[in-house]
């Protein structure tokens, strides 16, 4: 028995961090394929929980970033070196699986290219699907039956198809029913205590946060029009704005309403800066059209606000309405003017909410659990099971 623990021990030392857990088994070199880590969006979000959560290391990931910011020609030039690092890779390494991670339209096309050529080397895949708009862009093809049937084609003869929620999951199996689909939710770090100190009772203000993109999808100017009903019946609130995009839209939209006052524009939000406003929001708020499965909204549940958001993409899966958080149709102005309303007047309401909201994020979301998921992902995809 000594003798056996010795030999794992060292054994353990020659692979580093591959061999984790006792019991794991050990795969070669892994190729994860995606936007760069440090680009903006919810993609980067979840390859950077992945490096940072230690999974590089255990399934020893070589990482490829096919996406970067800028022009068309930065775009392309970018992926062209993608495909030429993988090919590269798959003929000099052993690599045994490739992992994609899939938004809609080009996005779709150029890792379809990459897991072709994965195919052709003989090494498993996995297509790991994030836009909450791809149903939508399954369904039409973006050209017809033949692009719909290339479409079809890529996840099913991918090893693995990785969706984000189980209504995802029910889609896509009927959409290709070869496929084999698993659900693995996006990770979330959790603080390790709740996080207290935020506003008091009804009548003292407090703080709504909204963290995104800011566009029209994001349903960035419906939170506009019903704060300006929100704030002739609730006084004292701040709203707080963190992103990129429709920025002079907005702040116009915000002075054409007459809110200006109430509005506090962020700019991008990462990091510390993050943690920050998360912490001190009393209610997060995505007022979504489409979603897949927002990280903005795991990360507002594990800090402790309470959450307003729209029943698309993967959120029913993630909460339940007047459990986890209020929900609110995409589009109603005056349904999400009433919850916020109802929030800032019951303290007591948005403390149950943000506790319950908590209590499932640990369970469902903790990186930790999510990793142990795509590890076991890995294993049964490395071995062919």
Partial sequence: RARASILAAASRRRLGDAAIRPGSSVIGVTVMVGTDPAMRGGIASVVSAYRDGGFFEWARVHYIASHVDGGALAKTWRFLCALVSLTRTL?????????????SKGSFWRKALLLWVARRFGVPTICHLHSGGFADFAARGWGGPVLRAAIRSTLESSSAVVVLSERWAAWAREFAP?????????????????????????????RVLYLGLVCEAKGCFDLLRA??????????WRLAIGGNGEIDRLLAEARRLGIAEDIEYLGWVS????????????????????????????????????????????????????????????????????????????????????????????AHYRTETVLDGLKSLYLEVAQGR
Avoid at 91 to 97: E, F, K, N, P, T
Avoid at 179 to 205: A, D, T
Avoid at 227 to 236: D, T
Wanted: charge should be positive.
């Fill in 227 to 236: 704060w300006s009903m929100f704030r002739s019946r609730v006084p004292g």
């Fill in 178 to 206: 070869l496929s084999r689909v698993r659900v693995i939710g996006n990770p979330v770090q959790v603080p390790s205590q709740p996080i207290e100190g935020r506003s008091g009772g009804p009548g003292e203000g407090g």
């Fill in 91 to 103: 003929a000099v390494s052993r690599v045994s699986l490739v992992h994609t991670h899939v938004s």
């Fill in 271 to 362: 990091g510390a800066a993050k943690e920050r406003e998360l912490s001190c929001a009393d209610v997060f708020v995505l007022p979504s059209y489409k979603e897949g499965m927002p990280v903005s909204i795991l990360e507002a549940m594990a800090h402790g606000a309470a959450v307003i958001a729209t029943p698309v993409g993967g959120v029913p899966d993630m909460m339940v309405p007047n459990v986890h958080g209020l929900w609110f149709e995409p589009g109603e102005v005056a349904a999400l003017a009433q919850c916020l309303e109802r929030l800032a007047g019951s303290p007591d309401l948005r403390r149950r909410l943000s506790q319950a909201a908590r209590e499932r994020v640990l």
